[in-house]
């Protein structure tokens, strides 16, 4: 009889991809799981034991869409069950400088990056993008890049991005939204290098000045999936497809069926949130948004834009500035409909598209715990639970099971061929990695709001991360930071690429 470094005992444990959904004992040695158990064993014993009794042992859930990099943050969305959290859709322009920042504070959960389109393009352009992600809220309106590109700027371009992939990024981020001047043969180049490396670009879909873009900007991402074979994946369909996701869903679907690898993902909530300098939000712009200045709230005083006038004034001062916007009215019965209908076509992935926090004005750094008046979407803290509470127990469109399985095997097998360590997550199999969440599915529930968005989840009882309890009978263990960073696979050395021209 062997001893093991933890064994969770007694939960109903879902495995989502052999189908396993049975009340087991699971061992944990090191990062790894070990033995499972099904129906229990009196032969399983560790040197620490948790009791699971009446708990939902699931695998950990993935996150391919969140733009948190600071501890507080990132701990919400560990004690909302993400174990792995990565930043896809805006990416860095220096991955290695990313995932060291990122390492040197320390994580409750594991942490990648994409190579980003967004500051690749910006740097052609002559921009200063030294300070990352921050940069581009801080060039969002910026004239020198919202134009279309010479030849010459566009082959720099494409070498950045190639440069990151080369040091592991995982994919491509292309903000295509926030950049309405792009060509289409631009989008296209950026596509074909996709496939060329054997990767992935994650769309937040173009924005084209008319009531049905999200429609026309998902038509853009097949026709670049059809002309060059690449992994397109579009970001939050949610809140780009807005009323017209059924028929964006049935054209992704016609893709597919065409053998076009096309994958998606959304989020429950009504709402979204960007810099309030970006270009869609102009208010020449909101009609086809169908939006007011009302609809916008601007996180950093935390009021409602109160008028055009307001809003041009907000987008001229602080153009970075966080503002949540209201895309789709949750209290309306056919907005209801279009947002809870955007999750639930086949292998769609749980995706937070989680912010960072903004302190009120005046305020200092945000620490942990939270102090009272910081601001950010509510997604940050409560996505997961919000779909165990909404969908599965509340509306009861989603059974447990299938739920589970979009929160964490649909999102690993998008990434499985482009970041090795994938394949060892969204999984509870002997061998996979010990990345666990034990929940109470009676009373699991979201309790963030728009006014109170810090607000943890609840029912979330233990998280482990690399074998390490990370939460503890739901108490965030502060001290415990054991969050790896998951690179795409490097498939050559940086000197072994040649420049590449589009003239």
């Not at 001229?316 to 809870?340: C, S, W, Y």
């Amino acid at each position: 009889m062997s001893e093991h470094d933890i064994v969770l005992v007694g939960a109903r444990t879902i495995d989502p991809e052999t189908s396993l959904d049975a009340d087991c004992d699971v061992a944990i040695d090191g990062d790894t799981i070990t033995t499972i158990a099904v129906g229990g064993s009196t032969d399983l014993h560790g040197a620490r034991e948790i009791d699971l009794t009446g708990l939902v042992l699931a695998p950990g859930f993935i996150d391919l869409h969140s733009h948190c990099r600071d501890y507080p943050s990132r701990a919400l969305q560990v004690c909302d069950g993400v174990t792995t959290a990565l930043e896809l859709e805006g990416g860095e322009s220096d991955v290695d400088a990313a995932y060291a920042s990122v390492a040197a504070v320390g994580s409750p959960n594991h942490y990648g990056f994409s190579a980003s389109w967004a500051l690749a393009r910006m740097a052609a352009c002559g921009l200063d993008v030294s300070a990352g992600l921050d940069a581009f809220f801080e060039h969002i309106n910026a004239a020198d890049w919202h134009r279309a590109l010479s030849a010459t700027e566009t082959s720099a371009m494409l070498d950045g991005i190639r440069r990151e992939l080369a040091d592991g990024a995982i994919g491509i981020g292309v903000l295509l939204g926030y950049c309405q001047e792009s060509t289409a043969s631009e989008y296209l180049d950026v596509a074909q290098l996709a496939a060329d490396e054997h990767t992935a670009t994650y769309t937040h879909v173009r924005e084209l000045s008319r009531p049905d873009s999200g429609l026309f900007g998902a038509a853009e991402v097949v026709t670049a999936a059809l002309a060059t074979g690449a992994h397109m994946h579009l970001c939050h369909i949610n809140s780009t497809s807005t009323r017209h996701v059924d028929r964006v869903h049935a054209l992704l679907a016609r893709g597919r069926d065409q053998g076009l690898h096309i994958t998606t993902e959304a989020y429950p909530y009504g709402a979204g949130c960007t810099g309030i300098g970006a270009a869609f939000l102009a208010p020449k712009n909101l009609v086809n948004e169908a939006i007011t200045p009302e609809d916008i709230r601007y996180l950093p005083t935390g009021e409602r834009v109160a008028s055009v006038a307001r809003l041009d004034e907000l987008r001229a001062l602080d153009p970075g500035g966080l503002a949540v916007i209201d895309f789709l009215r949750e209290t309306d019965p056919d907005d209801l409909g279009f947002l809870t209908r955007a999750l639930l076509a086949d292998d769609t992935a749980v995706a937070s598209d989680a912010m960072p926090l903004v302190a009120a004005e005046g305020g200092g750094d945000v620490g942990w715990p939270i102090p009272a008046g910081v601001l950010t979407h509510p997604r940050t803290a409560g996505t997961y639970s919000r779909v165990l509470r909404w969908y599965v127990r509340e509306l009861r469109v989603l059974d447990l099971a299938e739920a589970v399985r979009r929160c964490t095997l649909v999102p690993a097998d998008i990434l499985s061929d482009i970041a090795p360590d994938m394949a060892r997550k969204g999984r509870i199999q002997v061998g996979a990695d010990a990345d666990l969440v034990a929940f109470d599915p009676e009373n699991v529930t979201d309790l963030a709001t728009y006014d109170r968005p810090t607000r943890a989840s609840e029912g979330i009882v233990h998280v482990l991360v690399s074998g390490v309890p990370v939460v503890v009978d739901g108490v965030l263990q502060v001290e415990e930071r054991p969050g790896r960073p998951v690179r795409g696979a490097r498939r050559r050395q940086q000197d072994d690429y040649l420049p590449r021209s589009t003239a």
